[in-house]
Nanobody, 119 residues
């Protein structure tokens, strides 16, 4: 298993920036991919961005050009740099890590960090 701790959320004005961090505890299993989802109350959790162990990234259309996902392998930390934030980006943001255990991939989630974009 792995423990994930998110940080960096908060209140920001429209047009502002935030950087979310997700620190992962060490695991004896290899990382297949990591990513960020977000969820508003009453709505389904939606993909924001993901990155594979090989560095391939994927973004939701709504955040392309504004958000950047990255990792610091030495620190075992995942980041999400969010620029030009909009009120519709307001949500609880969750990070996940997918660990490959044999032929099975298991997904682990962080506890979430709230991002509120408002003037």
């Amino acid at each position: 298993q792995v423990q994930l701790v998110e940080s960096g959320g908060g209140l920001v004005q429209p047009g502002g920036s935030l950087r979310l961090s997700c620190a992962a505890s060490r695991s004896r299993f290899s990382i297949y991919a990591m990513g960020w989802y977000r969820q508003d109350p009453g709505k389904e959790r939606e993909l924001v961005a993901s990155i594979t162990s090989g560095g391939t990234t994927n973004y939701a259309d709504s955040v392309k050009g504004r958000f950047t996902i990255s990792t610091d392998n030495a620190k075992n930390t995942l980041y999400l740099q969010m620029n030009s934030l909009k009120p519709e980006d307001t949500a609880n943001y969750f990070c996940h890590v997918d660990l490959k255990q044999g032929i099975t991939i298991y997904r682990y989630w962080g506890q979430g960090t709230q991002v509120t974009v408002s003037s």
